[in-house]
Nanobody, 115 residues
């Protein structure tokens, strides 16, 4: 079973930046599409960004131009650089690894943006 461990969350003021990391183990990392999702209180989990094995990226409209997803297959790590943070970005952020029928999640890391 793949293991995904997120880190880098915290409390930041609006306009600030955070960088989330997700370290993967027990998977062939380079074969997986990696993604970041988030879930705010009382809301459904939503896509934030994904990056394919070939490096193609996809972003939610709400984060385009502010967030950047990247990966290093040699380090089995995916990052989410979050700039110009807004209070509405407050949520638990989850790392996801997807390959065919295999879909794994991390435990999540809290991001809180104060106004």
């Amino acid at each position: 079973q793949p293991q995904l461990v997120e880190s880098g969350g915290g409390l930041v003021q609006a306009g600030g930046s955070l960088r989330l990391s997700c370290a993967a183990s027990r998977i062939i990392f380079s074969a997986y599409t990696m993604g970041w999702y988030r879930q705010a209180p009382g809301k459904q989990r939503e896509l934030v960004a994904t990056i394919t094995t070939g490096g193609r990226t996809n972003y939610a409209e709400s984060v385009k131009g502010r967030f950047t997803i990247s990966r290093d297959n040699a380090k089995n790590t995916v990052w989410l650089q979050m700039n110009s943070l807004k209070p509405e970005d407050t949520a638990v952020y989850y790392c996801n690894a997807y390959f065919g029928s295999l879909d794994s999640w991390g435990q999540g890391t809290q991001v809180t943006v104060s106004s």
